[in-house]
């Protein structure tokens, strides 16, 4: 993930092919994202996320934590951060083990990697990064967990659809056309022709020099608008590209009628459903649909134990989200009579 053109021919044999394979991993959603909020310019396709999330990112300090350090707005960012998943959907708690069992040579020349588009002479995190790695580690997934918590935990649900339906999109492609419809079908920058995999693009390069074989695809909500890449052996070289309908992410989830639901939940959490289109806490909540605190703090305990609503700590506020039965539930229109 250089700053200047770059140009990557990866070539693949019978078992390469045979190796290729997709994952969702939370920890691409960290860094692409925090590296979306420390941009200079605004993207518009996230600014209902981003306007949301900032001030609490601020509030929390993470705008100037390890996260900080290791994942800057542009060029390189440390490669241990987004180790090879293991499986298809692999947790964050899984992904933070992998972090902190990142060996010290490893963590050495990804920082040496750092240092050579940044001044890190003078950062402190990274002399405690050289001299204790583990303990480090340690205080970065931490770190992490703070951020998933405030970030990307409230709206995770909306996310991961997202990127599933990417996923079941390529696995048909690749029933219906084969796997070089798909690697073609990635990106822009992304070009299949006889057996290689062609990427051109800024700040990102994929080699097979030492990798492992095979190819992990990896659809990000956050990497748009290009591609980002790990080629650190011996795994094999990772791609993440923006997963398909982005543009529809952040998109007001439309509801139908709410009158049958209302008879069975009441009007009260009827409302307060329809009014978490995006997470909100308690005090919004209840200003919003005319509630008292108490009220509608009970109101969302009974929706959450019905499996309607999540909650997730955000600093010392608690954000409440839909679920995917509750969009359901408002979704589904009344028939139209006779």
């Known amino acids: 993930m250089r700053g200047h053109l770059l140009k990557s021919e990866l070539s ?29 310019r605004e993207r518009p396709l ?18 100037r934590g390890w996260l900080a ?18 499986s298809p959907f692999p947790t964050l708690a899984e992904e933070l083990a992998a972090i902190r069992r990142t060996p010290e040579e490893r963590v050495h020349v990804e920082l040496d990697m750092l240092a050579v588009e940044r001044d890190l002479s003078h950062s402190v995190r990274i002399r405690r990064l050289r001299q204790d790695p583990q303990a480090a580690l340690e205080k970065i997934t931490k770190e992490i967990g703070l951020y998933w918590d405030l970030a990307l935990a409230p709206y995770w ?22 796997a070089g419809q798909v690697l073609g079908d990635l990106h ?41 890449t790990r080629s650190v052996p011996p795994d094999p070289p990772q791609l993440a590209y923006p997963a398909r309908g982005i543009g529809t992410l952040w998109e007001h989830r439309t ?4 009158e049958a639901v209302a008879a069975v939940l009441g009007r009260a959490r009827t409302l307060l459903l329809a009014e978490l289109d995006t997470p909100a806490s308690t005090t919004d909540l209840a200003q919003r649909c005319g509630l008292s605190a108490p009220g509608a703090s009970q109101h969302l305990t009974a929706l959450r134990d ?33």
Not at 53 to 63: F, Y
Not at 212 to 224: D, E, M, N, T
Not at 315 to 331: C, H, K
Request: proline share 5%; net charge positive; with cysteine.
């Open 69 to 86: 350090t290791l994942v800057p707005a542009d060029g390189y960012l440390a490669d241990f951060l987004n180790p090879t998943p293991a």
């Open 12 to 40: 693949f044999s019978a078992a390469d092919m045979a190796q290729t394979r997709f994952a969702v991993s939370p920890m691409w959603e960290v860094v692409t994202s925090y590296r979306l909020l420390r941009a200079d």
């Open 46 to 63: 996230h600014h209902r996320w981003t306007a949301q999330v900032r001030p609490r990112l601020i509030e929390a300090g993470l705008d």
């Open 157 to 178: 649900d909306r996310i991961r659809r997202l990127l599933e339906a990417d996923l079941f999109h390529r696995a048909r492609q690749v029933a219906e056309a084969g």
């Open 255 to 258: 509801t139908g009628s709410t």
């Open 306 to 338: 019905a499996g309607l609503v999540s909650a997730h700590r955000a600093g010392r506020s608690v954000l409440y989200a839909r679920t995917t039965v509750a969009d359901a539930l408002l979704s589904r229109s009344v028939a139209p009579g006779p």
């Open 188 to 228: 822009e920058s992304v070009t299949w022709d006889a057996g290689t995999l062609r990427l051109v693009r800024r700040h990102c390069s994929l080699t097979r020099d030492e990798t492992g074989s095979g190819l992990l695809l990896v659809p990000s909500a956050f990497a748009w608008p290009r591609v980002l």
